[in-house]
Every structure is written in C-alpha cells, then in structure tokens.
Nanobody
Framework: QVQLVESGGGLVQAGGSLRLSCAAS????????MAWFRQAPGKEREFVDA????????YYADSVKGRFTISRDKSKNTVYLQMNSLKPEDTAVYYC????????????????????WGQGTQVTVSS
C-alpha cells in the first residue's frame, strides 16, 4: 500500500506564504513524476505543478508561475510546494499525486496520468 500524506495547509492572508509537504510511505514504488493539483469549491480539479523525480524538471500552470515552487527531497521521499504571494483565488484543497510512468498523453496536466493521490490539505487565503 502506498500512502501520500500532505501537510502544511492553513489560513493565510493575501500576499502571505505557505509551504506544503507531501510524504510518501508504505511499500516502495517507482515514481516518475510528482505533482500538485488543487480543487476549489464548485470547480474542477486543476493542475498546479509537477516535478520529475529523477531529473528534477519542473512544470507549472500559468496561474502560479513566478509565485509557486515545487521541489523534492529524494532522501526523505518528500515533495514540497512553496507558495508565495498567495491570492484569494489560490484557496482550494491541494492534493499531491504520483505517477509511476511517463504520461501516455505526453502531458503532466491530466489527473488521469497519476496512480496515487493524497487525501488533500486545505489552503485558505483571506483578502
């Protein structure tokens, strides 16, 4: 059983920062890419960013470029999401996801490409 556990969510004022963590536990698995998605109330889940586990290549949604940074610590089996200059529209439940193979679609943006998901952590940005 593979578990992804997110932490670090909370309430922050607009312009503030938060750092989310996603720790993998359970049986060992080969991860190709790790990503963060988010889902706001009444909206569909959307891609935030992704990082390839081996090379550390990163990919970002336009809405978070320049404000969010994804990183990973291989020794801790953990991926991080540093969120700066937060806006009220960043309010959502943030989910960590892991894919064990390159995406069939050629893109990291589709949730269907990911094999494991965390339970989510709430991020609320007040104006």
């Amino acid at each position: 059983q593979v578990q992804l556990v997110e932490s670090g969510g909370g309430l922050v004022q607009a312009g503030g920062s938060l750092r989310l963590s996603c720790a993998a536990s359970g049986r060992a698995f080969s991860r190709y890419v790790m990503a963060w998605f988010r889902q706001a109330p009444g909206k569909e889940r959307e891609f935030v960013d992704a990082i390839t586990w081996s090379a550390g290549s990163t990919y970002y949604a336009d809405s978070v470029k320049g404000r969010f940074t994804i990183s990973r610590d291989k020794s801790k089996n953990t991926v991080y999401l540093q969120m700066n200059s937060l806006k009220p529209e960043d309010t959502a439940v943030y989910y960590c996801a892991a894919a064990t193979r390159p995406p069939y679609s050629g893109t990291y943006y589709r949730g269907s490409e990911y094999d494991y998901w965390g339970q989510g952590t709430q991020v609320t940005v007040s104006s």
